[in-house]
């Protein structure tokens, strides 16, 4: 049930990224269609828009796993531990006192659970290629738009 959770999530935030690079490249269609109208080929508009939203993605997942590690730091520095209280029942036969209804006598136990962040290099880099292959679907979603831009178009577009 948590690799289906954690994968609608992850679609989630590539949807979310290829909108938001959409919207980018909505807003710069005037400058898209110049660069076009001077003469830049469609593969070079292309390769802008991509790289740029690439950048944006190996950015973003260094950040996130220097925040990552600051906050694993920070919980393993403050090391908070909690403790568990349960009921255990023992069950030693029918009595009527106390243990009516087939009810035995009840025990409390607890224990104490460190709490921790392990920090793995493989999380890390998992972490970090898939911001780059957010990336990448997102610069792809938006250089789709601006390969479709006519240089005419985009310069009669009116912010």
């Given amino acids: 049930m948590l690799i289906q959770f954690t994968i609608v999530a992850l679609l989630a935030a590539f949807l979310i990224a290829s909108l938001l690079t959409l919207s980018s490249v909505t807003k710069r ?8 109208a001077l ?25 996130g796993i220097l925040v990552g590690l600051a906050g694993a730091l920070l919980i393993e520095a403050a ?13 030693q036969g029918p009595r009527l006192i106390g243990g009516a209804f087939g009810q035995g006598d009840v025990t409390s136990q607890s224990t104490t659970v460190e709490v921790g962040a392990p920090i793995s290099v493989g999380l890390m880099l998992a972490a970090v290629g898939l911001a780059v292959l957010g990336g990448l679907i997102a610069g792809a979603v938006g250089a789709l738009r601006a390969a479709r831009l006519r240089p005419a178009d985009a310069l009669r577009h009116i912010d």
Avoid at 79 to 90: Q, R
Wanted: hydrophobic content about 45%.
């Fill in 39 to 63: 003469g830049w080929p469609q593969r070079l508009v292309v390769r802008q828009v991509t790289g740029e939203a690439l950048l944006q993605g190996v950015l973003g997942g260094l950040l």
């Fill in 79 to 91: 090391a908070p531990t909690l403790k568990a209280t349960f009921a255990e029942t023992a069950q």
């Fill in 29 to 36: 269609i005037r400058e898209l269609g110049t660069l076009k």
